[in-house]
């Protein structure tokens, strides 16, 4: 069968299945309703202290809509948990559970490992699209300003992200065959991340280094934003390969 | 003879444990050859490293001529009835079946008629609308069985397909199996050896991770019962 046809058909099984689960719902719920109140604090926050307090730290002639970058900041905070919590038991929960055998009997292992891999993306990236959107609308009802463009130059940025912490989950999904396993040691990564940054010979192996150049997108400086997006996606290709590695070789 | 299996040294190590030993079975092609054992023989093993689950340590296998030593080889014309796996316990029976029938290729319309088809065939069609989850043991494995025969493939490999049936789905398998003619070759894991015996045409015996012994099953059991062959067997042993 036609490679490509073979992914559509894993991913769109994974939507299916996704849409139904109900510890996937769960999460989605409590991430959509973390940022729901992070809108709101964002917008309330911005117009009681004004601009002053980020003009220290932002060199920028184009003015910056800080509702949104507040909410920016609200939202990727949460969001390596939100992805991991989507993506851990992408394949260690199929081999634990044994519904990936028949899959796997019948379609190649790299499609298996595309399709689920694209299937958390497209819910992840959908469900950060809908927030932004909504934020863009609540934002443009409270301020009387449209940032339509911003806010989606931001999602997109956001997603880099996103992409770079699911393609972790899908490792950690991945070195191990128990799902709680794959989670406690993505949670462990992710605060070591943190770290990481901390670190100025180091940092640049931290996605928590590139999260400030959000701002970068809002104040028009296109280089800093490449060079990150860049490093993002370079080590989410590193994940994703070493994740087919493992998977290829595996016993299911 | 033509060879529908064929495997040459193949070998598995579990960490230093080999489970699998330079095995080399060879499948004639409309057979239905039995690969017996004891518990722990390794029958599981050498059935996934052919379906494609398990990855040898060592050894080629070679499916219609085709070399699948790989795991990332899709077996073309292969059906798998697993010893252990699992369908999504959500989805009903129909569905699971053309859900299958889709990764093979086949038209949703193709497939409904395919599946409701094969549900009819395996004594299950009232049980169309069944969620998985609510399937007894012997219903899930009439639905491993069904789903190893969507698309008509020429190979089956089957482990342990009548284990834990009651006598009527039992009755049916075997049906099934010796109805299929010369044109599909069946290689089976079984402990029933009344099974083996009525079903089977070639058995393997496996012990300890090795084949001692391939045979017709007429000239095997010799007219005796192929349990008191395979016990005096394993006394030998
Ligand atoms: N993933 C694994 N890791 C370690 N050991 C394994 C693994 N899978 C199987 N084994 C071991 O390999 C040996 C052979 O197992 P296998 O399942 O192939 O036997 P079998 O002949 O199918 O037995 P049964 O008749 O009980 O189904 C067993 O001792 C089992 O414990
Ligand atoms: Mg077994």
């Known amino acids: ?252 | 003879m033509k060879y529908a299996i064929e495997t040459k040294n193949l070998a598995k190590k579990f960490g230093f444990r080999i489970v699998v030993d330079s095995v080399n079975l060879k499948v004639p092609e409309g057979s239905v050859t039995a690969l017996v054992g004891e518990n722990g023989a390794g029958k599981t093993t050498t059935l996934s490293m052919i379906s494609g689950l398990v990855r040898p340590t060592l050894g080629q296998m070679i499916i219609l001529g085709k070399d699948i030593s790989e795991t990332d080889v899709i077996r073309e014309d292969v059906g798998v009835a697993l010893q252990k796996s699992s369908f999504d316990p959500h989805r009903k029976a129909l569905d699971t079946l053309m859900f299958y029938a889709s990764l093979k290729g086949i038209k949703k319309e193709d497939a409904r008629v395919e599946c409701t088809e094969l549900l009819k065939k395996v004594d299950m069609e009232e049980h169309a609308e069944t969620r998985i989850k609510e399937m007894s043991h012997g219903m899930l494995k009439m639905m491993e069985f069904a789903n190893a025969l969507i698309g008509d493939p020429r190979v089956l490999i089957l482990d342990e397909p009548a284990s834990g049936l009651d006598p009527e789905y039992y009755h049916k398998l075997k049906e099934l199996i010796k109805g299929f003619g010369k044109n599909k070759t069946v290689l089976l894991a079984s402990h029933n050896l009344d099974f083996v015996s009525e079903v089977c045409d070639h058995v393997a015996v496996m012990h300890k991770g090795k084949i001692m012994i391939q045979e017709k099953e007429k000239k095997l059991a010799h007219g005796k019962a192929l349990e008191k062959v395979f016990v005096d067997l394993m006394k030998k042993f």
């Open chain 1, 1 to 252: 069968m036609n490679r490509i046809k073979e992914v559509g058909i894993v991913l769109w099984s994974e939507l299916k299945q996704a849409s139904r689960d109900r510890k996937i719902l769960i999460i989605i719920a409590i991430y959509v309703i973390l940022l729901g109140i992070g809108m709101k604090q964002s917008v309330t926050l911005s117009q009681t202290f004004s601009a002053s307090l980020f003009r220290v730290f932002l060199f920028s002639r184009t003015p910056i809509p800080y509702e949104l970058l507040l909410f920016y900041f609200v939202s990727i905070a949460a969001l390596p948990l939100f992805s991991l919590m989507l993506s851990y038991d992408s394949i260690s929960g199929g081999i634990s559970n044994m519904t990936i055998r028949n899959l796997a009997v019948r379609v190649k292992r790299s499609s298996i490992i595309t399709g689920k891999f694209l299937a958390q993306v497209l819910t992840n990236a959908s469900v950060n699209l809908t927030l932004y959107l909504m934020a863009a609308l609540y934002m443009f009802w409270e301020t009387r300003h449209l940032m339509l463009s911003q806010t989606l130059q931001l999602w997109i940025y956001l997603t880099v992200f996103m992409i770079y912490f699911t393609s972790l989950g899908l490792l950690m999904s991945n070195i191990t065959t128990k799902p709680h396993r794959s989670l406690y040691i993505g949670v462990a990564l992710i605060i070591g991340l943190i770290f990481v940054s901390s670190y100025e010979s180091v940092a640049w192996m931290s996605p928590y280094n590139y999260y400030i150049n959000g701002f970068h997108i809002l104040a028009g400086n296109t280089a800093k934003v490449a060079e990150s997006i860049i490093s993002m996606l370079g080590f989410s290709a590193l994940f994703f390969g070493a994740s087919f590695f493992i998977f290829r070789r595996r016993d299911l």
